[in-house]
């Protein structure tokens, strides 16, 4: 009796916190975005990494924006290309750059035809701000309704 508890305390214990599913395309590309947004955070406060975040452009990771690829390209020619040898050799910095190649790679072509893109706005990634855009039929209603 004892053997067999140890036995399902011993399975259980390695079965409960394993996921059922892998992580999907979606789900990976948003997780990493959200890591990358985290870390970048991090840069921007951290008194070691602050003057090398000067550089960075500013930029609001959203994986539903079909302008993400671009931006990211643009984002990543800049860590790459950074004017400071010290800040290129961060830690910090170098785990940002392997994000966001991994995100681009992912974005780009892992998941190329699982992501759906919502809306095309590249000023949003700039700002945060993304501004609703009104399909025709949408406008029309609401032309009607003032």
Not at 123 to 146: F, K, N
Request: overall charge neutral; proline content about 5%; some cysteine.
């Amino acid at each position: 009796m004892k053997l067999g508890l140890a036995t399902l305390v011993c399975f259980f214990s390695f079965v409960w916190p394993s996921e059922c599913a892998p992580p999907t395309c979606y789900s990976r590309a948003l997780g990493l975005s959200k890591e990358i947004m985290f870390l970048l955070d991090k840069i921007h406060t951290y008194h070691r990494t602050k003057p090398c975040a000067e550089v960075l452009p500013t930029i609001f990771l959203d994986i539903h924006n079909s302008c993400i690829t671009v931006k990211l390209r643009d984002f990543l020619y800049v860590l790459l290309n950074h004017p400071n040898e010290y800040c290129k050799k961060r830690p910090r910095m170098v785990l940002l750059k392997r994000k966001i190649q991994n995100l681009y790679v992912i974005i780009g072509t892992v998941c190329y035809q699982d992501l759906v893109f919502s809306t095309d706005d590249c000023e949003a990634i700039d700002t945060g701000h993304s501004v609703p855009r009104y399909d025709e039929d949408r406008l029309q209603l609401l032309q009607e309704e003032s």
